[in-house]
């Protein structure tokens, strides 16, 4: 049994050899060979970036990973450049085997765009505010007015205070809401005025629909629904100016 066991042992003590000197290999070679360049995957709804973008932006504020030595490619510092972009939500940054850079990101979908003045932003669904991109425009509720949101240009982040991140989270399940029904596609705009009071404009009939704050979506828009249906038909085309839901178990038409 023992000198049975001999060859068994010089096998395993060859074969770590072997895997030692084949690891010492292959880091020498990453320590010497040069990168290859990077791929680049990009995925999300929207095309704020592509492949181009993406690669322009890490050479321009990084540098060109091709014909840097494979071991000196910083991968981490890569990944966390990638993140700070606006319109990106995450990336994953790897090198593999063939010396290649790899880069992997998902963007940011927004929900609703908040327009203050001249300066423009998206909101996704997590409450985070971006600046709009210059290479696309999302189609989402636009709302403009008076923004109870402190937003200085280029600024990416959640809202400040509190109450601006109440005011954001009320106004992303109204437009839920209206995703949920036949909502999104019929009103064109929304503003606010003063006192966080919305106005919904249509893009059919010359109605302005008072809506009243962001909250209790679900039944305002109920309610709305049953002016559409009941109220409406039983009146010639623009008849009604304004509709007013915004109090419980009333619908104010106002010619």
């Known amino acids: 049994m023992k000198a049975s066991n001999i060859p068994l042992a010089l096998l395993c003590g060859i074969l770590a050899v072997l895997i030692v000197a084949g690891i010492a290999m ?81 963007q940011r979908t927004p929900v609703i765009r908040l327009q203050k003045g001249n300066e423009g932003f998206y909101v996704d669904s997590t409450g985070c505010i971006f600046p709009l991109q210059k290479n696309f425009s999302a189609r989402v509720p636009v709302l403009d007015g008076e923004i109870p949101v402190k937003i200085e240009a280029g600024y990416k982040g959640l809202a400040e205070t509190p ?16 995703k949920d029904g036949v909502w999104m596609e019929n009103i064109s705009q929304i503003r606010v005025d003063g006192k966080r009071n919305l106005t919904l404009i249509p893009r059919t009939g010359n109605e302005k629909i008072h809506f009243g704050g962001a909250d209790d979506a679900a039944r305002k828009f109920a309610s709305l629904g049953k002016y559409y249906t009941h109220i409406k038909p039983s009146k ?20």
């Open 26 to 106: 292959e880091r020498r070679d990453f320590e010497t060979q040069d990168c290859r360049g990077m791929e680049i995957e990009v995925n999300g709804e929207y095309a704020f970036v592509d492949r181009h973008d993406v690669g322009d932006f890490v050479m321009s504020r990084y540098a060109d990973p091709a014909g840097m030595k494979a071991c000196e490619v910083d991968l981490w510092q890569i990944e966390n450049l990638l993140d700070s972009h606006s319109a990106v939500l995450k990336s994953e940054v790897w090198m593999e085997s063939d010396n290649t850079v790899h880069v992997s990101l998902v």
């Open 163 to 178: 109450e601006e991140r109440e005011w954001i989270a009320l106004v992303l399940e109204m437009v839920k809401v209206m």
């Open 236 to 255: 010639e085309p623009g008849y009604y100016k304004s509709v007013d839901v915004s109090n419980k178990g009333k619908i104010i038409c106002r010619k």
